[in-house]
């Protein structure tokens, strides 16, 4: 495998360990999928490539279902190229093999468009040839090369650069307080005026990690975009998917009615909002409460935890100390204490009107599991006959 | 160790004769690995004679922790790896619980426990059909061993009842990556997997459901439920993958047998174990007790001798040695918790300091440190974890897993195929087809495991234990606890340094960094790099280069993570 000072290496794309885009070129489609064909591009590359990361990026796509990625590389989701995805994860060659798909993307030797994936944040001092905080093959000259050089290469023809996961936006963890590496984001590293070759910014997907499905379904976007079907997604001034993180995790959250009506949670485990647990969701952007993490199962303050805020260029530290209280909760908690309490009250007492039939008006008790009749109070009484009163008028309607 | 090129001898096959060309293979990028990672290796043709393993990158988590906020380790620490995050977090906590001298509730020890045993399913599954079977996959033996090809297009697959497959070859052709049928069936059977992960993490990877001594999930009856049922969907996958391995190593091992040497090394383990009995205490003074409580013990073993099964021995003498990595050290405190002096090295004395260079195989060439128990180089495997629990005379009472001594047995529930018991037997040897087997039952240990302790909760929830939090007491003074656990992968440690509430000093020790660590102190190779000198060339030549496959089954078969290695 070893590569000599200036030849070209050439590879048998027989070779299961040839690079993924010399064996790519002899792919024939499968009559599956080309009888999903759609649009004008039948393939495009995937080059996932890493710098501060942890692979959680990768593990969050993985779980994705929107669509799911053995559908995609296979070409198998109607109207989508066949997505030939080129990720150290996964690839079978290793070595010169693997970082000659990267020469070839460079040199302009592929035989279809690629995009770039970054995961982690991007070491800004790493030079090639010195030591470096990510290494990632040689050149032919056998001068060691960084990640971080590969993409400074790779991006002015790749027809997008997505940054998936809060490090490679922003910076994320390894950007923090604490920073020995130089981290910094992606949309950082190639400065505000860059453009991919199709002429767009670097796009954001942030989140530590990220929704896979906030992923997938981006890229879905896109794709269908490009294929001519679909419209153009929507990105907001950070480049991130505006349908994705336009709204607050707090305004979709399923303990939302109980922030409303000032119930608080007052240790892990308790089924209320979290607010004064450390709760950051009403500030922050992103749909796990409504997405879910894995098929629509989890979800931060679904399952119990706190937001920590973990999709916003802020993560980590202007959202730390994790546990303490966010400042603004004690306006805001204080506020729905007190008209969320009243609300909850006269809640209750309907709530407690609409349970009772009226066969059952009279009877001491309705089923086999009740041991009386729960009778509503005298001012109960007197609210919903108001409150009947005021369902039948013109104004209730 | 010595090779016997068997199928070399066999005078019927033509290019038998011919030589493979020695040389060095550079693995690097080592591909299908946790992070980055960079393997050189020399061979004569015949077997490997030298390798170096070097961890290719460094973000500096252990000083991302410090003067943070305690609690806020948790959080922080555990992102250093997207694979077993809730590992990393439980090794927080666990360091935490023991500076803060809390003692979680049993509904938290339990809620802790499940997960983490989901954790390792989703590692082992991921790991084996993703990273470990294309190396054997049919595009990869039919190109590097022709001979072994021709053989598995003609053996039949023992358990093909089982896994669907009918010939060696068909279970090669279902290991090609993205497209084979272990691959694609493995991917849905593992969003399932996390699907359970998340309904007590919330989110996965990265748990968001955490606090010292919690795992804050709102319980309720769906919780259970719900887990129970993909726990019960899951188990005739975990039947297949045993037996798919089962029969894939059999034949291996009688179509040549100088697999039995691939990937070879002394039976050194070190193991911290993991998944907590509900009623456990993590205390500095009561680690020996909570170690044998533990589902997958605790434990050192010496070229096959167990020298320690307490969990205060395992900890005590680890140290970590920086001589071919990119760091300098920096010594501060020779003591433990209680006063008593810890050896020059151990992590509680020292730490590291970054300082990144040209790789020099001779100086330093990895991000990878190098820790060594007692001095003696120890691999941590799911190997190990299997061969500790197989011998142990005190695995908890239970319906479901049996150590007898020299096996483990494990009785996987009935679904669409019949209740099957899996045994596990202590191997012959270490070496790497044996590690993947471990893997492949570790699957079922792992996964039999979370369902005795789900019992424990639904015992917990009976008699209306269900508290799952106390209030937290942080120290205002100088205080230190050291989390000792397990990733899916083997031995996980976070040794903390604290003073008025912030931490002081934070190090970390995963797996991967005993396994794939470089040279230490005196010279000695790394685990992994063990295992790689004179592990055989068993790939043929056809008078091009090597591709290097031998290496990479040897490097695969540890399933190496740089993410927690070099942190
Ligand atoms: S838990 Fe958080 S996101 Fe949900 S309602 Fe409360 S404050 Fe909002
Ligand atoms: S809710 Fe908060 S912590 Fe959870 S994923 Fe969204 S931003 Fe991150």
Redo the contacts with the bound molecule.
Sequence with gaps: MADTAGSRPSYDPQDPFAPTAVRSMLQIPSPAEAGLRMGPIEKIYLIWLAGGSCDGCTVAVVAATQPPVEKLIAGLVPGLPRVELIHPGVALEAGAAFTENLAMAERGELDAPYLIVWEGSVFENDSSGEGAFYRLGQDRDGRTTSSTEWLSRLAPNAAAVVAIGSCAAWGGIPAAQGNVTGSIGVMDFLERDYRSALGVPVVNIPGCSPVGDNFMETAAGVLLFLQGMGPLPEFDELGRPVWIFGET??RR?P??G??EEGIFAEAYGEKE???ELG?W??VVQCNI?ERGMVNGIGGC?NIGG??IGCTMPGFPDKFAPFYAVPPGTLVSATTSRVFGGFTRRMREVTQQDKNITGRWEGKDKPSGWARFQSRPTKSAKLVHKLYRAYQNTKIGN | MSTTPQALSDPSDASASQKPRGGVIDLDPMTRVGGALGVRVTTDGTRITDAHAAGNFFRGYETLALKRDLRDVMPIVSRACGWCGGAHMTTASLALEMAFEMRPPPMAIGMRTIAQATEAIWVHAAHLAVRAAPDYCASVVAKTTPRLWAKARVAKAPGASIHGYGTIADLMEGMTPLTGRYWTETLPAGRRVQEMISMFYGKFPHPSVAAPGTVAATLSWATFTEYFTRLVASVDYVKQVCALWDDLIAFLYEADERFLTLGQRPASFIHAGCWDDVRSAYTYEGLDENGRARLAPPGVMIDGNIETRNLSEVHAHITEHVDHSFYDIEVEGGHDRRGDSLPDGHPWTQRNIARPAQRDEQGAYSWCAAPRWGGHVVESTPLGRLWLTATRDDFPTNDFIEATGSSIRILVPMNFQPETIVEWKIPERVNALERLRADAYGIAFAGLCAAITLLKGFELMRTGEMEQSIPLDIPEDETMGVGLWETGRGFNAHWLRGDAGRVTNYQIISASTLNASPRDADGRPGPMEEALIDSPIIEESSGDELTGIDAMRVIHSFDPCMNCANH
Excluded: F, T
């Design positions: 995790v707090h959250c303990r939302g109980y922030y909002c979290l607010v709760c969701g009403p409460s303050m706190i937001c």
